[in-house]
């Protein structure tokens, strides 16, 4: 079992409408969550971090669930120019401050 | 703030042949530095870390030797990739943290093609 695991997509969604995405982790002691957007032939820019009351900025909703060891991402009233790759990222902790697992990612298009 | 800046951005060359990749703390002091590989369609894969001043930390999996980092500032990391084959072309991301903080602050990446 991959220690962070996404749904690949491509989700293909219209214009306006709303997506989320889960992911889900192995370890039950990782400390930190966040949600990385990546455009193609780019590098990775963070979203947001996941906080264990569940935030939100703008469109985007982030939620942690703890006990069934998953994280999501909802996008609302979703633009052309959201889509791009989100990938669910985990600190284990344990002594290891900044190491991060990724996941694969999951693609997002979003049509007109 | 926290920018990250990678050099070269893309590179091409010929098999056999090294070459390096710089990162730079723009505008802050980078504990520690990060260096992925990401293949098309595939993850991020953590290569090493590298604390300022000391070795690097190589995952499983990666030639130390083959790849080679240096940290030898609070602001600069490079990695080598020597006697590079075709199967090394890849996206060469670097990522800088701060001190006290899980947030990693990437670097535009550099696109690798050996031939």
């Known amino acids: 079992r991959k220690e962070v695991e996404q749904d690949p997509g491509p989700f293909n969604v219209p214009e306006g409408a709303t997506v989320a995405f889960n992911c889900t982790y192995s370890?039950?002691?990782?400390?930190?969550f966040f949600w990385y957007r990546q455009d193609c032939r780019k590098e990775p820019k963070l979203l947001m971090s996941?906080?264990?009351?569940?935030n939100e900025d703008g469109r985007f909703t982030a939620q942690l669930n703890r006990a069934s060891q998953y994280i999501s991402l909802l996008i609302r009233d979703s633009k052309l120019s959201d889509s791009a790759t989100y990938l669910c990222?985990?600190?284990?902790?344990?002594?290891?401050?900044?190491?991060?697992?990724w996941g694969a990612g999951t693609k997002l298009i979003i049509k007109p | 703030g926290a920018v990250v800046s990678q050099h070269p951005s893309w590179v091409i060359c010929k098999s056999g042949t090294s070459v390096k990749i710089e990162c730079r703390s723009l505008?802050?002091?980078?504990?520690?530095m990060f260096w992925y590989r990401q293949f098309p369609k595939q993850s991020l894969m953590l290569m090493a870390t590298?604390?300022?001043?000391?070795?690097?930390?190589?995952e499983q999996g990666v030639e130390k030797d083959k790849f080679l980092i240096n940290h030898a500032s609070l602001t600069l990391s490079t990695l080598t990739v020597t006697s590079a084959h075709p199967e090394d072309s890849s996206f060469y991301i670097c990522?800088?943290?701060?001190?006290?903080?899980?947030?990693?602050?990437f670097g535009p990446g550099t696109r690798l093609t050996v031939t």
């Open positions: 370890n039950s002691a990782s400390q930190s």
């Open positions: 996941v906080y264990s009351s569940g």
């Open positions: 990222v985990v600190n284990p902790g344990g002594g290891s401050n900044y190491q991060l697992i």
């Open positions: 590298s604390n300022e001043g000391s070795k690097a930390t190589y």
């Open positions: 505008d802050f002091q980078a504990t520690t």
């Open positions: 990522s800088a943290g701060v001190g006290g903080s899980y947030e990693q602050y």
